[in-house]
């Protein structure tokens, strides 16, 4: 959204919006100074700036249970980062940078306080919760797509969002708990290479359907289908591990 203020209100802002993210890095490097190391500090600092990839034994079964709420919740991200400004702008028949950045503001915005009110929650409760609200968050979407229903449409929004951030946050926490502290990082590589593919490889074939000139509606409705589809093999497996 702050990227629509941008291209709405500020002059240059296809330039402008670069120097303002330089700024705020430059604010998080000085914050770092301030940072707590959670691990006593080693030598070969360079050494470890070269990335690596480590799946100790330990973590593959979560991770292997982990993997349809990754898919489902950055699948998510990706759908209304692609289709989320196009969609807003056919609902409201507006072409406003603002209201077309809206929908992916208020799904991070949901994001972002469904971590900090869950976060004594198990990892297991976190997915669960995680998945059940994106599968009910994306059908609220799903049905008020063809009915221009925008009220449904950011009610769904912001239940998926919940979904985003407790199921990507319990995933994480699944998966890391069980990696020793100097296996974490190769771990987490991992994690976020499937969530980024995740995201990125349903947005190229939206738009590749979009290209054959399939209506933004019916790619919507696949792509939510797909997404209905993993949040509930999420809650299966989750349903699954809890009785074993």
């Given at each position: 959204?702050?990227?629509?203020?941008?291209?709405?209100?500020?002059?240059?802002?296809?330039?402008?919006?670069?120097?303002?993210?330089?700024?705020?890095?430059?604010?998080?490097?000085?914050?770092?100074?301030?940072?707590?190391?959670?691990?006593?500090?080693?030598?070969?600092?360079?050494?470890?700036?070269?990335?690596?990839?480590?799946?100790?034994?330990?973590?593959?079964?979560?991770?292997?249970?982990?993997?349809?709420?990754?898919?489902?919740?950055?699948?998510?991200?990706?759908?209304?980062?692609?289709?989320?400004?196009?969609?807003?702008?056919?609902?409201?028949?507006?072409?406003?940078?603002?209201?077309?950045?809206?929908?992916?503001?208020?799904?991070?915005?949901?994001?972002?306080?469904?971590?900090?009110?869950?976060?004594?929650?198990?990892?297991?409760?976190?997915?669960?919760?995680?998945?059940?609200?994106?599968?009910?968050?994306?059908?609220?979407?799903?049905?008020?797509?063809?009915?221009?229903?925008?009220?449904?449409?950011?009610?769904?929004?912001?239940?998926?969002?919940?979904?985003?951030?407790?199921?990507?946050?319990?995933?994480?926490?699944?998966?890391?708990?069980?990696?020793?502290?100097?296996?974490?990082?190769?771990?987490?590589?991992?994690?976020?290479?499937?969530?980024?593919?995740?995201m990125g490889v349903p947005a190229v074939a939206a738009g590749f359907l979009l290209g054959q000139?399939?209506?933004?509606?019916?790619?919507?409705?696949?792509?939510?289908?797909?997404?209905?589809?993993?949040?509930?093999?999420?809650?299966?497996?989750?349903?699954?591990?809890?009785?074993?």
């Amino acid at each position: 959204m702050t990227g629509g203020i941008f291209l709405q209100y500020l002059p240059d802002p296809t330039h402008l919006v670069y120097a303002g993210l330089a700024a705020i890095f430059v604010a998080q490097a000085v914050g770092l100074r301030f940072v707590r190391d959670s691990i006593a500090p080693q030598t070969g600092v360079l050494a470890s700036l070269k990335p690596s990839f480590n799946l100790p034994r330990a973590t593959r079964e979560p991770l292997l249970l982990a993997v349809p709420i990754l898919l489902s919740v950055w699948a998510l991200a990706g759908f209304y980062g692609s289709l989320g400004p196009m969609l807003i702008r056919g609902m409201l028949h507006s072409r406003s940078p603002i209201l077309g950045g809206l929908a992916l503001f208020v799904l991070a915005a949901s994001a972002g306080i469904s971590v900090l009110l869950l976060h004594r929650r198990t990892p297991r409760e976190m997915v669960m919760l995680g998945a059940g609200a994106l599968f009910t968050g994306v059908a609220l979407t799903v049905f008020a797509l063809p009915r221009s229903a925008i009220a449904l449409f950011f009610l769904g929004t912001a239940v998926a969002g919940v979904g985003f951030g407790a199921g990507f946050q319990g995933a994480v926490r699944s998966v890391i708990q069980t990696a020793a502290p100097h296996e974490r990082a190769g771990t987490l590589s991992i994690v976020f290479i499937i969530s980024y593919l995740a995201m990125g490889v349903p947005a190229v074939a939206a738009g590749f359907l979009l290209g054959q000139h399939v209506s933004i509606i019916a790619v919507a409705q696949i792509f939510c289908a797909v997404l209905m589809a993993l949040a509930g093999a999420s809650l299966a497996g989750g349903a699954v591990r809890y009785f074993r």
